[in-house]
Each structure stands twice: as structure tokens, then as C-alpha cells.
T-cell receptor
Framework: QKEVEQNSGPLSVPEGAIASLNCTYS??????FFWYRQYSGKSPELIMS????GDKEDGRFTAQLNKASQYVSLLIRDSQPSDSATYLC????????????FGTGTRLQVTL | DTAVSQTPKYLVTQMGNDKSIKCEQN?????MYWYKQDSKKFLKIMFS???????INETVPNRFSPKSPDKAHLNLHINSLELGDSAVYFC???????????FGPGTRLLVL
């Protein structure tokens, strides 16, 4: 059974701080990794994808991947109240995103 | 200019009934998906079609039957609804398998 684990939270950070979201996965054959953001009552939207070890930056977001440790993380710099949402980690065992296994998500609260 | 749309948005029905959910995408994508998100926010893939061909068929009861009349549409028919079928069902599409998946707004199904 392939698993993707996330701390359900809530993770509470003050506005302007760095939010760090973590995810571990069980399948060593996993090759593609994604972070989705889901606001309450809304659908998931992709914010980052990462395929190789190291860091990938996009604006205030940085995804980090360590395949040896089977660990992927998302850093959000200068957190804003609008970042308050549930962040879903998703993993694919092929080089494509055709079959994603999702974690249960981490709820992030950015406080004023 | 909705990208991925689903109907209905809400569905309340009695146990034992048969119901359908419809999904349409106007993005010109070749691949479409059905996901189920339970009350604990766990998002799990059910089916995927690529060019009207079933490519992913997860372990779901055979009361669930997807149908893809063309590349732009993927419907989900559910027979003999049970209480445990209550969830949010998301349709998604991608340009091809392995590409970014775009989610529809979801259909909130409540079985009484």
C-alpha cells in the first residue's frame, strides 16, 4: 500500500513568517511530486511540482525534495492570510502525473 | 469560460437510488479523471480516461461506472447508492497523462 503522510495540523504561523510543510512517502519508486492548495469548499489547485532532488523556487514558494529520505517539503516565505488553506502533497510512481497518490493534507493558518 | 465544469454541484438522495454526475472540460485535454474526497479530506483517484479509453481503474465497487462519450466529457454513474458514498467527487483533466491536472469545482453528494 503506497502511502503519503502529512501532519494534519493546523499549522499556525504569523503573517510574514515562513511556513514549512512536510510530506513523507513510502514508495521508493516515486518519481514525481506535487503540492496542491485547497481552500475550504473549493477544488485543489496545483502550486508546485518537483521531479529531481534539491530545491525548486517559484515566487514565495520553494519545494524541496530528498529522495533518499523519501521526503518532500514546501516552504512559503512571507506568509499571507490568503495562504491559509489545506496543502495536499501528491506523489506519482511514474515519470508522469497520470496516477497521483495524495496525502491527507496539512491545514495552514496564517494569523495577523 | 469555465475550464472544468461538473453538474450537479450538490446532490442529496436516498439510499438505494441511482444517480449520475457529469463532467465537461473545454481545455482540449485528452485525459480526464474522477477523484473521491471523503469527510477527512482524503483525495483518492477512482478512474482515468485517455482519449476515451479507460487507463486507470482503482479498486472501487462496481456500482460505480464511468463513461466517456468523447474526449471532453467524463460521466460517473452510481447504482444503489450507500451511505458511505457520501463525499465530494472531483473531476479533473490534463493535456495528456503526465501533465498538470486541473480540477473541477466538485460535486457534493449526500446519501441519506
Amino acid at each position: 500500500q503506497k502511502e503519503v503522510e502529512q501532519n494534519s495540523g493546523p499549522l499556525s504561523v504569523p503573517e510574514g513568517a515562513i511556513a514549512s510543510l512536510n510530506c513523507t512517502y513510502s514508495d521508493r519508486g516515486s518519481q514525481s511530486f506535487f503540492w496542491y492548495r485547497q481552500y475550504s469548499g473549493k477544488s485543489p489547485e496545483l502550486i508546485m511540482s518537483i521531479y529531481s532532488n534539491g530545491d525548486k523556487e517559484d515566487g514565495r514558494f520553494t519545494a524541496q525534495l530528498n529522495k533518499a529520505s523519501q521526503y518532500v517539503s514546501l516552504l512559503i516565505r512571507d506568509s499571507q492570510p490568503s495562504d491559509s488553506a489545506t496543502y495536499l502533497c501528491a506523489v506519482s510512481d511514474t515519470g508522469t502525473a497520470s496516477k497521483l497518490t495524495f496525502g491527507t493534507g496539512t491545514r495552514l493558518q496564517v494569523t495577523l | 469560460d469555465t475550464a472544468v465544469s461538473q453538474t450537479p454541484k450538490y446532490l442529496v438522495t436516498q439510499m438505494g437510488n441511482d444517480k449520475s454526475i457529469k463532467c465537461e472540460q473545454n481545455l482540449g485535454h485528452d485525459t480526464m479523471y474522477w477523484y473521491k474526497q471523503d469527510s477527512k479530506k482524503f483525495l483518492k483517484i477512482m478512474f482515468s480516461y485517455n482519449n476515451k479509453e479507460l487507463i486507470i481503474n482503482e479498486t472501487v465497487p462496481n456500482r460505480f461506472s464511468p463513461k466517456s462519450p468523447d474526449k471532453a466529457h467524463l460521466n460517473l454513474h452510481i447504482n444503489s447508492l450507500e451511505l458511505g458514498d457520501s463525499a465530494v467527487y472531483f473531476c479533473a483533466s490534463s493535456r495528456d497523462r503526465g501533465e498538470t491536472q486541473y480540477f473541477g469545482p466538485g460535486t457534493r453528494l449526500l446519501v441519506l
